[in-house]
């Protein structure tokens, strides 16, 4: 935990990849789409907001993988 509150807490693509059971290579198609933002940190990673990216998971009804289940293709 980074100490953040959840409304601050960023996501790695792996993390909103797996919540969504996608490809990382989605979620950044999803960006370039505007379905998605990203915060850009100072080496370049993208990085996502926790608040939006829970609020794109209700919107289309997904429900988020548990953690440290696995993700199987």
């Not at 198609?29 to 990203?38: E, F, H, I, T, Y």
């Amino acid at each position: 935990m980074t100490g953040q509150p959840d409304h601050e807490r960023l996501l790695t693509p792996a993390e909103v990849a797996n919540l969504f059971r996608v490809h990382p290579k989605t979620v950044s198609r999803w960006v370039q789409s505007g379905k998605l933002s990203a915060v850009r940190t100072l080496g370049g990673h993208r990085r996502y907001r926790a608040n939006e990216v829970y609020a794109l998971l209700e919107e289309s009804g997904i429900s988020p993988v548990e953690s440290g289940a696995p993700v199987t293709s």
